[in-house]
């Protein structure tokens, strides 16, 4: 089954963010969907590509921690600084190029050095798709 491409200004979610975030893709490739650019499997960059989700509520998140030990072990979330090490993991085949990485379809996770996993909640167009 056929996958949505996902392009600039998806919508994103953390799985220990407070609010979505939004996927910005640089025009780097020179390929639109539907007038914007077209992701890839590498557009993972925190801040960059990948938009905070809000505040963090990862206990393993290093500033999560510092405030939670400094509040006498009540947790407490921290503003969210997303921490990517690697690019997205595929969600189906990656079998279309876009410029030299593989596409990014609706399917693919991202994961946070924090725990979190990131998941396409809306690709940013609903009619190009991705075989």
């Known amino acids: 089954m056929a996958n949505l491409q996902v392009c600039a200004g998806a919508t994103l979610q953390c799985s220990f963010g407070a ?5 910005n893709v640089l025009p780097t490739n ?3 969907v539907g007038g914007v650019p077209a992701a890839t499997l590498f557009d993972a960059i925190p801040i960059v590509n990948i938009t905070p989700f809000a505040m963090c509520q990862s206990a393993t998140n290093p500033a999560v921690i510092a405030a939670t030990s400094a509040a ?5 979330p921290m503003p969210c600084v997303p921490a990517t090490p690697g ?3 595929p969600g189906g085949a990656p079998t279309v190029l876009i410029g030299p990485a593989p596409a990014l379809d609706a399917q693919c996770t991202l994961v946070c050095a924090w725990g979190g996993a990131i998941k396409v909640v809306q690709p940013g167009q609903t009619s190009t798709l991705v075989p």
């Open 19 to 23: 609010a979505p975030g939004v996927l």
């Open 30 to 32: 020179r390929t639109l």
């Open 72 to 76: 006498l072990g009540v947790f407490t």
């Open 87 to 89: 690019p997205w993991i």
